[in-house]
C-alpha cells in the first residue's frame, strides 16, 4: 500500500504521542530532553505539513475508520482540503515554534524542570492536529479537550504566580462552557441527523447526508458559535484570552494565539458549511458582526496595553474578528447563492488564518525574545533594545509592519482582499444589506489603522528611544534556533505577501470542496505577479512590483546620495537644542496612547488619577507627581460579574444543604432515589 | 428638461437638503446654524420649483415663493434679530458629543430609508427615491432638538424638521393642496413669533437660554 | 514591443519629481500675495533641496538604523505612487500594480517608518508628533476608503485608470455621491498633507507641530529627502483627487499631442487647487488636537452621507 496523506498526518500525531511518552524517561538530562523532543516535534510538523499541502493540492479526501473507541462507536479519521489547509496553517507554525523552541525553554533550565512542559506541548500539538482530522463528534471533542487541558497545563507552568494560577483557572472555566455548547451543538445534529433513538447520527458523515429542520439547524449553530466564539476569544467572550496568553511560556504563547484560535474558525466552517451547508443569511449576518465588534474593540483595548504579551493577545481578538468577517461574508454570499463572491470572502478568512498564524506566532517569539532577554513584559520598562538585539528587533518590525496591514507584507494581501469582498455587496438583492454591509468595510479600515498606531507603539516603545526601566539588565541577543525560528517566520510573512497567487491559487480547493466555485480562474488570471480577484477591472494588485519597485528605488536614492563617503557626524541628541534632556522625557506606551484613549476612551472604563503632592510652593511647580492609569475591560463589568455574583449566590443557597449530619446526606440520597424512580417508572 | 436630468437634478438637491441638516448637527456656531437653515430653504425652494416644472403642477411655483421668502429671508432674519438682541452669539452648547450624534444621524438615514422601502416600490413619481431624505430630515430635526441644550437651536431644530416633512409631501404627492401649504407656513410664522416672545421671557427670568435651566421649574427638589 | 507606456511612465515620474516642489512653491507663492507678504518666489523649494543636499548629515549619537532608512523609505513610496497615479495618461504599466487601497496602504507604510523614526530618538518631541500622527491617520484612513469606495460602486473598480476612464466617460454628471465623495476628499487631503488646519507645515512651534515635530532631528541629505517626498505626497493627493473626481484632460490614448495637453490641463487644474488650498489655509485657523475628532468625523461623516446616497438616490 501507497502511503498517502492521510498517513503521514496519522503518523505525525502518533510521533507526537509517542514523544510526550518517552519524554519523562529523560527527565534527568534536561537539556538533552529539549533538543529531543523539540526537535522531534519539528519533525512531526513538517510531516503533517507535507500531508496538509499534499492533500490541498490533491484537493480530495481520504477517510481512515479506526478500531479502537467506544464500543459500536469507533473513531473516524478524515483528510480533506479544509482540514489540510488548516494542518499545514498548524503545522508550520509548530514547526517555527518547536525549533524556536530548542533555544527559548533553555531560559528554564536551571530553574526548574522543563520535563512537563515537554509532554503537554507535544500532547498540545497532538490535540490541535486531532482536531483538524476527527471526521465524528466523538473524537472532535475529545481532541478538543485534549487540547483544551493541554494548553491549560501550559499555561499554569508557571505556578508560583498567583496571576498565572487565576488566569489559568479563568481559561479553563470559558472553555469548558464553550466546549459544553459544542457538545450540545453535535448533538442536537446528530439527533437531527439520525434520531433522538440512535448513535449513529454522531459521524460527520451522517450530518453531511442529513437535511436539517431549519428550527434545529439554527439551534444547532447558535451553539456550535457560541462555544467556538469562546474559544476563538470573540468579544464579548474573549476576557480569558488576555489573561491566559501573555502568562504562557511565550512558545506557547505564539501556538495559542497563532494557531489553537484558529481551530475555533476551523469549527464554524466545518459546522456551518461543511455539515448544516444551508442556512440563512443572518447566521452569516451574527458572524460578521461579531467580527467586526471583536476587530474594532480588539485592536483598541490591544492599544491600551503596557504589558507587551497582553497587547499581542488583545490582537489576536482583533485578527479573529477580521477572520470572522470573511467567513461571515462568505456565508451571507454563499445564502444568497453567490458562489464566486463567497468563495472570494471565504479565502480571505482563510488566508488570513494562515497570515495571522505567521505573523502573530513570530511577534509571539520575539515577545518572548525580550521577556528571555529583560525578564521584563512592561513596555514602560524596556527601550532602545534594538541596539542590543539587532535581529530580534528587525524580525519583529517585520511581524509589526505584516499584522499593521503594510504591502508588500502579508497582512495587507488579507486585508485587501476583504476590502474587495466588502465592495461586491452590492450584487446582493436585499437593499438594506448593500446598505450596510459597506458601512463594515470602514469599521475595517478603522481597525487597519488603529493596527498599525497600535504596532508603532509596540516596536516604538519596546525597541527604540532610550532604556525606560528603573535598573538596567545585561542584555543578550536571542540566540541561534531562537532567531531561526523568527527568521522562518518572517520568511513566511514575505513571501505570503509577495506571491499571494501562488498562496491563493493552492487553496483554492478549499473553496472548491465547500462551496463548489474557486478563485483559480480570475484570481491568477494575469500570472503569478497579479492578483486579480474576480475581474482584471475590478481590481489588481501585484506583490513582487511593489516590493522589488520600493526596494528598487531605495537602493538607486542611497547609492546616489553616498558618492560623497563620510559626511555623517555623530553628535549628542540636538531636541530643539535642550540640554537637559534624559530618558525620561521619552514618550512612552502610557502616552503615546493618549489622543486615542481620550477620543476613545467611552469605550473602556477609565480611570486616571493625578495627585500633587502638598510640599510644593506653588501649584504650577510641583515637586512630585503621582500619575496613576487603570483602563479596564467595559464587558467584564457587564457580562461576567453579573453572572459570577449569580453562581456565587447560587452556590451559597446550595451551600445549606451542607449539614455535616450524615443523616441529612443519607435523606438526600434517599429522596433523589425516591424521585428518580417516580419519574422513570 | 427630460425626466431623467429632472430627477438627477432633484436628488441632488436632496443631498443638499441632508447635508445641510448634517451640518447643523453638527455646527457649534449660532449664526453658522442659521445660515446653514437659509441655505437649506434655498434648497428646498429650488426643488420644489423643479418638481413643480416636471409635474406640470403650478402651485408649487406659489409654495416654492412661499419658502423662499419665508425660510431664507424671513426667519432667519426674524432669528438674527433676536440673537442680536439676546447677546448669545457664542457657540452652542451640546448634550450628546459631536461624533457621537453624527453616527446617530447616519444610523437615522440608514433607518429611513428601510422604512420607505415599501413606499418606493409601488410609487411611480420621479421623486420616489426623495422620500428616504425627506424623512431623514425629519428625523435629523428632532435629533438635533434632543441633543442641543440652547432655546434658540431647539427651534430651529423644529423648523429643519418642518422643512422636512414639506419636502416629504413634495416628493411622496408633488404636494400638498396650496391651502393646506399656506395655512402650514402661517402656522409656522406665527410659531417662530410666539417662540421669539418666548425667548424673551425665559431670558428675563432664567438669564439664559439653556433649556437644562428649566429643570428648576420642577416641584419638589 | 510597445515602449509608449513605459515612456509615460518615466514621464510622470519626472514630471512628479520636478513639479512636486514647484507645486509647493505655487502655494507658498499664493499664500504670500493672499497674506500681503513678497514671496520668496516660485522656485524656493528647490533652492532649499539643493541646500540641504550638499549639507553634512548630523545623526544623533543614538539613531538606529531605522532612523537612516526611512528618508529613504518614504521617498522610495512616494516615487512609487506617481508610477501608479494617472497624473498624464490613464495606459500605465504600473497602473494595474496597485488599486487606490493599495496607493493609500503605500501613504501608511511611509507614515509608519516616520513615526517609528519619531521614536527613534528618545525625545519628547519626537514621540508627540508620532503619537498624533498615527492617532490622525487612524481617523482619516477610514474617511478616506469610504470616499474612494463611494466613489468605486459607481465604476465598480477600485483601479484608478478605470475609475478616471468611467468619470470621463460623461455618464456621470451631477451626481450627489460624488459631491460628498469629493467634500470628504477635501477634508482628509489637508489632514494628511499636514496642512492647516490640521497641522501647520510652515511652523516649528513646539506644541503645535506634528509631521515637523518627528521628522525634528532630521539633517542634511535624510532631510532633503523627506521633505521632497512631503513636497511629492501633496503633489500625489491633488493628482490623485484630480484623477478620481475631475479626470477630464488626461490622455487616454497614446499620441503625444494628448500627452502634451494633459500637461496643459494638469498645470491648470495644479494652478486652481493650490489657489482653493491657499483660500481654506488663509481662512482657517489652526485647530486643537481634540476638536480634529470632529473635523476628521464630519469628513467620515460626508463619505459615509456618499455612499448612502449613492444607494437612496441613484
Known amino acids: ?681 | 428638461m427630460n425626466l431623467a436630468v429632472a430627477a438627477q437634478i432633484i436628488s441632488f438637491l436632496a443631498a443638499l437638503v441632508l447635508l445641510c441638516a448634517f451640518g447643523m448637527l453638527v455646527q457649534r456656531r449660532m449664526y453658522g446654524l442659521i445660515h446653514l437653515f437659509a441655505w437649506q430653504g434655498l434648497f428646498l425652494s429650488i426643488s420644489t420649483a423643479v418638481v413643480g416644472f416636471v409635474a406640470g403642477k403650478h402651485h408649487l411655483y406659489i409654495s416654492s415663493l412661499l419658502t423662499l421668502s419665508l425660510k431664507v429671508f424671513l426667519l432667519p432674519y426674524i432669528l438674527h434679530v433676536l440673537i442680536q438682541r439676546l447677546k448669545i452669539q457664542k457657540e452652542v452648547e451640546t448634550v450628546v458629543n459631536v461624533p457621537m450624534t453624527m453616527l446617530i444621524g447616519i444610523a437615522l438615514v440608514i433607518f429611513s430609508y428601510h422604512l420607505t422601502a415599501p413606499v418606493r416600490e409601488i410609487s411611480t413619481l420621479v421623486t420616489r427615491s426623495v422620500l428616504a431624505i425627506a424623512l431623514a430630515t425629519v428625523m435629523i430635526g428632532l435629533l438635533m432638538m434632543i441633543t442641543r441644550r440652547h432655546a434658540v437651536t431647539q427651534i430651529i431644530g423644529f423648523l429643519a424638521m418642518e422643512n422636512g416633512l414639506f419636502f416629504a409631501a413634495t416628493s411622496a404627492t408633488y404636494g400638498m393642496p396650496l391651502v393646506v401649504e399656506l395655512g402650514v407656513a402661517l402656522d409656522v410664522l406665527i410659531a417662530a413669533f410666539i417662540f421669539g416672545i418666548f425667548f424673551f421671557h425665559i431670558h428675563t427670568t432664567f438669564d439664559s437660554l439653556d433649556v437644562e435651566q428649566m429643570a428648576r421649574l420642577k416641584e419638589g427638589d | ?314
Request: hydrophobic fraction near 55%; proline fraction near 4%; charge should be positive.
Open chain 3, 1 to 314: 514591443m510597445n515602449l509608449y507606456p513605459f515612456a509615460m511612465e518615466i514621464l510622470q515620474v519626472l514630471i512628479l519629481l520636478v513639479v512636486g516642489p514647484v507645486f509647493v512653491g505655487w502655494v507658498r507663492v499664493l499664500k504670500c500675495w493672499a497674506q500681503g507678504r513678497s514671496s520668496a518666489g516660485l522656485f524656493q523649494p528647490y533652492r532649499d533641496l539643493r541646500k540641504l543636499f550638499s549639507k553634512d548629515v548630523v545623526l544623533a549619537e543614538n539613531a538606529s538604523w531605522i532612523f537612516r532608512f526611512t528618508p529613504y523609505l518614504v521617498f522610495g513610496t512616494a516615487v512609487l505612487a506617481g508610477g501608479i497615479i494617472p497624473i498624464l495618461s490613464t495606459d500605465l504599466p504600473l497602473g494595474a500594480t496597485a488599486d487606490v487601497i493599495v496607493l493609500v496602504a503605500l501613504f501608511a507604510i511611509a507614515r509608519f517608518f516616520t513615526a517609528l523614526a519619531g521614536l527613534d530618538i528618545g525625545t519628547a518631541f519626537g514621540g508627540m508628533g508620532s503619537s498624533r500622527e498615527m492617532t490622525i491617520a487612524s481617523l482619516a484612513e477610514p474617511a478616506m476608503l469610504m470616499a474612494i469606495f463611494t466613489m468605486s460602486l459607481a465604476s465598480r473598480s477600485t483601479s484608478l485608470s478605470h475609475m478616471a476612464q468611467l468619470v470621463m466617460s460623461g455618464q456621470s454628471v451631477m451626481r450627489p455621491s460624488v459631491l460628498f465623495a469629493l467634500l470628504a476628499f477635501i477634508l482628509i487631503t489637508l489632514a494628511e498633507t499636514g496642512r492647516i488646519p490640521v497641522d501647520n507645515p510652515a511652523t516649528h512651534l513646539e506644541l503645535t507641530m506634528i509631521h515637523e515635530a518627528m521628522i525634528l532631528e532630521y539633517s542634511g541629505r535624510h532631510l532633503a529627502l523627506i521633505e521632497w517626498a512631503s513636497m511629492m505626497k501633496l503633489f500625489l493627493f491633488t493628482s490623485l483627487g484630480i484623477a478620481v473626481f475631475a479626470p477630464w484632460g488626461i490622455a487616454s490614448s497614446a499620441d503625444l499631442i494628448a500627452v502634451g495637453a494633459a500637461f496643459f490641463f494638469m498645470l491648470l487644474k495644479l494652478g486652481v487647487v493650490g489657489a482653493g488650498l491657499v483660500l481654506i489655509e488663509t481662512g482657517l485657523a489652526k485647530m486643537r488636537l481634540f476638536r480634529l475628532t470632529e473635523f476628521l468625523g464630519s469628513a467620515f461623516l460626508l463619505a459615509t452621507l456618499g455612499m448612502l446616497s449613492y444607494f437612496i438616490l441613484e
Open chain 1, 1 to 681: 500500500m501507497n502511503p498517502g496523506p492521510i498517513e503521514f498526518a496519522s503518523l505525525s500525531v502518533i510521533a507526537l504521542l509517542v514523544a510526550a511518552l518517552l519524554t519523562p524517561l529523560f527527565s534527568r538530562r534536561q537539556r538533552l530532553l529539549i533538543a529531543c523532543c523539540f526537535g522531534l516535534t519539528a519533525a512531526a510538523s513538517l510531516l503533517a505539513v507535507v500531508a496538509g499541502a499534499w492533500t490541498v493540492s490533491r484537493g480530495n479526501a481520504e477517510k481512515i475508520v479506526m478500531l479502537i473507541g467506544l464500543p459500536d462507536l469507533p473513531f473516524h479519521l478524515r483528510l480533506d482540503p479544509l482540514a489540510g489547509f488548516f494542518l499545514v496553517v498548524i503545522g508550520l507554525l509548530s514547526l517555527f515554534v518547536s525549533v524556536y523552541s530548542i533555544g527559548y525553554v533553555k531560559g528554564f533550565l536551571g530553574k526548574r524542570s522543563v520535563t512537563s512542559l515537554a509532554v503537554f506541548y507535544c500532547l498540545f500539538l497532538a490535540g490541535m492536529y486531532m482536531v483538524v482530522l476527527s471526521d465524528d463528534a466523538l473524537i472532535f471533542l475529545i481532541s478538543w479537550e485534549v487540547m483544551a487541558a493541554a494548553s491549560y497545563f501550559l499555561v499554569i507552568f508557571e505556578d508560583e504566580r498567583i496571576e498565572n494560577r487565576r488566569a489559568a483557572f479563568l481559561y479553563m472555566v470559558v472553555a469548558h462552557v464553550g466546549a459544553i455548547a459544542i457538545l450540545l451543538s453535535f448533538g442536537v445534529l446528530a439527533g437531527l441527523a439520525s434520531g433522538f433513538g440512535s448513535f449513529d447520527g454522531y459521524t460527520f458523515d451522517a450530518m453531511r447526508s442529513a437535511s436539517f429542520p431549519i428550527g434545529g439547524a439554527t439551534a444547532a449553530f447558535l451553539l456550535a458559535f457560541f462555544g467556538f466564539a469562546a474559544k476563538a476569544g470573540v468579544i464579548p467572550l474573549h476576557v480569558w484570552l488576555p489573561e491566559a496568553h501573555p502568562v504562557a511560556p511565550s512558545n506557547v504563547s505564539a501556538l495559542m494565539s497563532g494557531v489553537m484560535l484558529k481551530t475555533a474558525i476551523y469549527g464554524v466552517i466545518r459546522i456551518t458549511f461543511d455539515l448544516i451547508r444551508v442556512f440563512p443569511w443572518w447566521w452569516g449576518a451574527i458572524v460578521l458582526v461579531f467580527g467586526l465588534l471583536s476587530a474594532v474593540m480588539g485592536v483598541l483595548y490591544a492599544l491600551m496595553q503596557n504589558d507587551l504579551k497582553r497587547l499581542l493577545a488583545y490582537s489576536s481578538v482583533e485578527n479573529i474578528g477580521i477572520i470572522f468577517i470573511g467567513v461571515g461574508l462568505a456565508m451571507i454570499f454563499t445564502s444568497f447563492k453567490l458562489p464566486l463572491l463567497a468563495a472570494l470572502a471565504l479565502t480571505t478568512g482563510i488566508y488570513h488564518v494562515l497570515n495571522h498564524a505567521m505573523f502573530k506566532g513570530l511577534l509571539f517569539m520575539g515577545a518572548g525574545a525580550v521577556l528571555h532577554a529583560t525578564h521584563e513584559r512592561n513596555m514602560e520598562e524596556m527601550g532602545g533594545l534594538i541596539h542590543q538585539m539587532p535581529w530580534t528587533a528587525a524580525l519583529f518590525l517585520i511581524g509589526c509592519v505584516s499584522i499593521s496591514a503594510m504591502p508588500p507584507f502579508n497582512g495587507f494581501v488579507s486585508e485587501w482582499l476583504t476590502f474587495q469582498a466588502f465592495l461586491l455587496s452590492p450584487s446582493l438583492p436585499s437593499p438594506l444589506l448593500k446598505l450596510l454591509i459597506p458601512m463594515g468595510a470602514a469599521l475595517l479600515a478603522l481597525t487597519g489603522a488603529l493596527a498599525a498606531a497600535c504596532f508603532v507603539k509596540a516596536f516604538g516603545v519596546t525597541f527604540l528611544g532610550h532604556w525606560r526601566g528603573h535598573h538596567r539588565p545585561k542584555v543578550q541577543e536571542a540566540d541561534w534556533p531562537m532567531r531561526v525560528g523568527m527568521i522562518m517566520a518572517a520568511t513566511a510573512c514575505l513571501l505570503l505577501g509577495i506571491l499571494p497567487t501562488l498562496a491563493i491559487g493552492w487553496m483554492d480547493a478549499v473553496p472548491q470542496q465547500l462551496i463548489g466555485t474557486s478563485l483559480g480562474t480570475s484570481a491568477g488570471a494575469f500570472g503569478w505577479m497579479w492578483l486579480t480577484p474576480v475581474a482584471y477591472e475590478r481590481a489588481s494588485y501585484s506583490g513582487p512590483i511593489v516590493f522589488f519597485g520600493i526596494l528598487a528605488i531605495v537602493i538607486a536614492a542611497y547609492l546616489l546620495l553616498h558618492v560623497r563617503p563620510g559626511t555623517i557626524r555623530r553628535v549628542p541628541i540636538w531636541d530643539c537644542g535642550f540640554e537637559k534632556i534624559d530618558r525620561r522625557m521619552q514618550y512612552n506606551a502610557t502616552s503615546f496612547a493618549m489622543p486615542i484613549r481620550r477620543i476613545f476612551g467611552f469605550l473602556f472604563n477609565v480611570k486616571e488619577r493625578v495627585r500633587i503632592s502638598r510640599r510644593t510652593a506653588h501649584r504650577a511647580f510641583p515637586a512630585r507627581l503621582y500619575y496613576s492609569l487603570h483602563v479596564r475591560d467595559r464587558v467584564w463589568g457587564w457580562l461576567y460579574k453579573p453572572v459570577i455574583r449569580a453562581s456565587f449566590w447560587g452556590a451559597r443557597k446550595v451551600g445549606r444543604l451542607q449539614q455535616g449530619r450524615i443523616q441529612a446526606y443519607l435523606i438526600y440520597s434517599f429522596v433523589t432515589i425516591i424521585v428518580l424512580l417516580v419519574f422513570l417508572r
